[in-house]
């Protein structure tokens, strides 16, 4: 056989042109990569596979009609994986065609048990009689999805008393290896919550849309109190009622989220301003961090004479509109107030560790707070660390440094507009 026919052959091959796609989209090298794949034939039975890729290539290149067409042909095709149920949600909305991402993106999350099958679940089992020890939390925890943050920042002080509501997200859960029984995972969380702790767990399928993405997001409530079911399927419907909304051209107003705040007890001024912002597109998670970084630099001036704030981050998942904010400061308190009368080893914890890491993860985005979970005992060693230098060093040029090594370690950060502020301050 001649050279050329055999190199052309191979050339067409599938599983060649599929290996190759991938290696090129590997490289995010979109182009080649859409003109590999599109070579396999839709009979082939590698189509579905390289059409997945398709998708993922059409996504970062931000061809959503593309997206929504090829997506909803492999619908037809029998594909029923959350992950693309996702990826045609998220480029509905980027079309503007907000309905059909609903649909799409509650699709994607359909392993999210409803409220009424968990509060069923619950109702034929019976708690255990007594007040748990810290430890059983700590060390018991993981066991069934229970992470140390989530321990000791959602579930802690629902048990010890400080907050009547808290919440988590899913990614912040140790989850099962399978993502296979997922459903199954959250419902076997729930019961195991109730029944050691009292607690009763209520989820809330949402999407996050920050810089105008669309992406899942699974937000977990404790309460002792069974009305948080009633109270989340209330926010849940206001929620994607405003969602759909959207599409409509009104204003996304945005008014679950006072009714989130006012079920987690945050203080309304924080809500009001988190509000506002998030309804004229400014990302709150970057405005916080700025304020942080400029009070923390403002403190490191004094030399360690004045106190930097830490109160205000009372819980994970909320930011304060000011890191002085009074009310917030207060929440703060009150947790530490609870803590002091009920349990030593909590009071301690909290201090050294809560309030540290609520701080530390404003310098993390959400979308990694996953690798913040993971590697914990490394995250939490290196945040004291940082905590060490600003409030000891007068000119930052320690804590610079260490955020450097964050930086080449974590290329995301960079996305962060506050991060030219810490060197236009360490410069100074
Ligand atoms: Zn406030």
């Given at each position: 056989m001649p050279k050329g026919k055999a190199h052309r052959s191979s050339n067409s091959d599938p599983d060649f042109l599929i290996g190759l796609g991938a290696l090129y989209l590997a490289q995010n090298l979109l182009d080649p990569a859409e003109e590999a794949l599109a070579k396999i034939p839709s009979e082939h039975n590698l189509y579905g596979a390289a059409a997945e890729m398709q998708i993922e290539i059409h996504s970062r290149k931000g061809n959503f009609?593309?997206?929504v067409l090829l997506g909803e042909e492999l619908v037809i095709r029998g594909n029923n994986s959350t992950w693309l149920a996702a990826k045609i949600g998220a480029a509905y909305y980027r079309l503007g065609q907000t309905s059909a991402a609903k649909s799409f993106c509650l699709e994607s999350m359909r392993d999210i048990?409803?409220?009424?099958?968990?509060?069923?679940?619950?109702?034929?089992?019976?708690?255990?009689?007594h007040r748990p020890k810290i430890e059983a939390l700590i060390t018991g925890g993981p066991e069934f999805g229970i992470s140390p943050h989530v321990a000791l920042d959602c579930i802690a002080p629902i048990i010890w008393g400080g907050r009547p509501t808290s919440c988590c997200f899913g990614d912040q859960l140790l989850s099962n290896d399978s993502q296979a029984d997922q459903r199954n995972f959250y419902l076997e969380f729930a019961a195991k919550l109730y029944q050691t702790f009292g607690i009763f767990t209520a989820f809330f399928p949402y999407v996050a849309l920050n810089h105008n993405q669309c992406a899942p997001l699974i937000k977990l409530f404790f309460s002792l109190d069974p009305l948080v079911f009633d109270r989340v399927e209330d926010i849940k419907q206001s929620a994607w009622s405003d969602f759909e909304k959207q599409e409509r051209g009104s204003k996304h107003r945005l008014e679950y989220l006072e009714k989130e705040g006012a079920l987690l007890g945050y203080p309304q001024c924080c809500v009001?301003?988190?509000?506002s912002n998030r309804r004229s597109n400014k990302s709150i998670e970057r405005l916080a961090l700025t304020a942080l970084i400029e009070e923390e630099y403002v403190c490191s001036l004094e030399g360690g004479e004045a106190v930097p704030p830490g109160l205000a981050y009372f819980a994970h998942e909320f930011y304060p509109c000011n890191p002085r904010c009074p009310a917030a400061e207060q929440a703060g308190i009150e947790i530490f107030e609870h803590y002091k009368k009920t349990e030593a080893l909590l009071?301690?914890?909290?201090?050294?560790?809560v309030l540290p890491l609520n701080k530390a993860k404003m310098y993390y985005p959400e979308s990694r707070y996953v690798d913040f979970v993971n590697n914990f005992n490394d995250s939490i060693i290196r945040v004291l660390k940082i905590e060490e230098f600003k409030k000891t060093h007068q000119d930052f040029d320690l804590y610079r440094e260490e955020m450097s090594v964050i930086l080449k370690e974590h290329p995301y950060f960079e996305n962060l507009e506050a991060l030219p502020l810490v060197y236009a301050m360490a410069k100074q």
């Open positions: 009609q593309e997206l048990p409803d409220n009424s099958e968990v509060r069923g679940r619950l109702r034929s089992l019976r708690p255990l009689n009001k301003w988190a509000q009071l301690d914890l909290y201090c050294q560790y």
